[in-house]
Antibody, heavy 118, light 106 residues
Framework: QVQLRQWGAGLLKPSETLSLTCEVYGGPFDGHYWTWIRQAPGKGLEWIGEINHSGSTNSKSSLKGRVSFSVDTSKNQFSLKLNSVTGADTAVYYC????????????WGQGTTVTVSS | SYELTQPPSVSVSPGQTASITCSGHKLGEKYVCWYQHKPGQSPVLIIYQDTKRPSGIPDRFSGSNSGNTATLTISGTQALDEADYYCHAWDVSAAVFGGGTKLTVL
């Protein structure tokens, strides 16, 4: 059974860089889109972007320029970096496994609460 | 950018049928997925490719998608179905979630 475990710093100051990593257990790394989603307090789910095993990425247009993704296939890990964070980036961040063709995000990490505060 | 619109809330009595809509331009031409999200938990995929259920999802959950609207239907709604529900679709090189619908089982 595939599982995702994620980790990263939970408290940041404004202008710092958010960095999260997600590790894939029990399943193949290729053939999927490794996705990041967040949920701000009191808000809905927001798609941040995705990366595949070869490093091809897509991201939400409003975050382009601040967001980057990376993948380490040797460790079955993928990562998210978000620069110049503000209070608006305070959210629970999730990693998830997606598959092209409308198969959805079928495996999710446990979520990481990230708070941006001075 | 592409947008998906859901009603903020839907109420249903136990045992009755709940319908949650998701609207977007020519949505019927895209695949839609649905997720159930309960407080303190990670979201769960309950419908993919418009109508299909992952293994382990009860058959009281069903989906449809046509024209500009996708619909999640929960038949014989139970108290444990109370949650937030999100639709999800892909546009050109980007995915988007609907704003979410809070289902209340009264």
């Amino acid at each position: 059974q595939v599982q995702l475990r994620q980790w990263g710093a939970g408290l940041l100051k404004p202008s710092e860089t958010l960095s999260l990593t997600c590790e894939v257990y029990g399943g193949p790394f290729d053939g999927h889109y490794w996705t990041w989603i967040r949920q701000a307090p009191g808000k809905g789910l927001e798609w941040i972007g995705e990366i595949n095993h070869s490093g091809s990425t897509n991201s939400k247009s409003s975050l382009k320029g601040r967001v980057s993704f990376s993948v380490d296939t040797s460790k079955n890990q993928f990562s998210l970096k978000l620069n110049s964070v503000t209070g608006a980036d305070t959210a629970v961040y999730y990693c998830a496994r997606g598959t092209a063709g409308g198969y959805g995000l079928d495996v999710w990490g446990q979520g990481t609460t990230v708070t941006v505060s001075s | 950018s592409y947008e998906l619109t859901q009603p903020p809330s839907v109420s249903v009595s136990p045992g009755q049928t709940a319908s949650i809509t998701c609207s977007g331009h020519k949505l019927g031409e895209k695949y839609v997925c649905w997720y159930q999200h309960k407080p303190g938990q990670s979201p769960v995929l309950i419908i993919y490719q418009d109508t299909k259920r992952p293994s382990g999802i009860p058959d009281r959950f069903s989906g449809s998608n046509s024209g500009n609207t996708a619909t999640l239907t929960i038949s014989g709604t139970q108290a444990l179905d109370e949650a937030d529900y999100y639709c999800h679709a892909w546009d050109v090189s980007a995915a988007v979630f609907g704003g979410g619908t809070k289902l209340t089982v009264l």
